[in-house]
Each structure stands twice: as structure tokens, then as C-alpha cells.
């Protein structure tokens, strides 16, 4: 296990970065706005599950197939890009009308999926955790395989408790935007504009 000093240090480091303006959090954003507070809830865990598998493919030394596999690049980017695009698509086409009118809201389970499917097709993430927990690795502390999962595990824990601010805060943000269609309107074609551009910038990434 990493130190306590090597610990915080990490765990600082990790809120800061999932602070950052990124793919994520606008997508938490803007599901819990138009969604609701259970929506946004919803797909902050299946993030979070996503990075578990980022955790242990890290750990077991999967990651770095992704990361010489142009093929495998490329395939899981342009996964990720085409789901993209298909939320783009379906906040185009989403209904408006009075907030009292509206559908129920969307249930954990499609919610917590979407969160997953955003995660997991997204290769740059992978290649990030390559990159970025093996620089809190100390060899004197055992393990390198065992760190890294206690690494991700505070990784995990920063992005819970920054995503999961986010989600809290815009559903009401969103729930006061929605009282009018119009306005709900333009707040599903902006979400499906953000949609399309993350779904741009993730079919041109590069490793």
C-alpha cells in the first residue's frame, strides 16, 4: 500500500484533475440536468465502475496492449464515438412541455449503463491510468500491481465526490431551466451539440 504522505498527495492531485473541464463531467452535467438528481446519481456510479476496469486492466498489465494496438485504439474510440453520437441524437429528438407532463424520469439501470458504455469506450482513459498511477508507485512498498488498486480506488473516490457534487447541484440548476419549453428545448440542443462535439473529439484522438 502507498504511503500516507504518497496517499494524500494522490488523492489531491485527483480531485484537482476531475475538477477540470472534461468529457465526464459535462456528460454528468448534463444528464442530471435534463435528467434529474437520480439520472445524473446514476451515471456518476457507472463511471466510477468504468474506472474499476481501468484500475485492473492497469494493475494486470492490459493497458498496455491498448496502448501499442493502433487496432484497438481505434476500434474502442470509434465505439465510443458512435454511442456519443447516438446521445447526440437522442437529445436532438427529446420531447419538450410542461415539467408536470414529462415522462418519468429515467430508472437507475439505463442511467448507470450510460455512465458505464461513456467510460469504458473511451481508450484515452486507459491510457491516462498508464501513464498517471505508476508515478505514485514506490517498489520499496510492495507490490506494484497491489498500489495501483489502491490508487484507483482513491482515484475513484475523488471522481464520486467531485462528479457526484456536480450531479447534485445541476439537476436543481436543471429542474429551474425545465419550467419553461423553450428553454428546455435549447438545453437538449446544447447537451446534443456537447454531445457531438465530445463524440468529434474522441473519433479524432490520438494515443
Known sequence: MPSIDTFAAFF??????CLSPGPDNVFVLFQSALNGRRAGLSVVLGLCSGLLVHTAAVALG??????TSEVAFSVLK??????????????????VGPVSGQAAPAGFWPMYR???????SNPKVTIFFLAFLP?????????AGVQVLWLGAAFIAATLLVFGAIAWFSAGFGRLLQRSPGVQR???????????????RLALAER
Open 186 to 200: 435549447g438545453l437538449n440542443w446544447a447537451a446534443g451539440t456537447v454531445f457531438l462535439g465530445l463524440a468529434a
Open 135 to 143: 508515478q505514485f508507485v514506490d517498489p520499496a512498498r510492495g507490490a
Open 12 to 17: 489531491g492531485v485527483s480531485v484537482l484533475l
Open 62 to 67: 492490459l493497458a498496455a496492449l491498448l496502448a
Open 114 to 120: 450510460r455512465g458505464v458504455v461513456m467510460n469504458l
Open 78 to 95: 470509434l465505439v465510443g464515438a458512435v454511442y456519443l453520437a447516438w446521445l447526440a441524437w437522442q437529445a436532438f429528438r427529446a420531447p
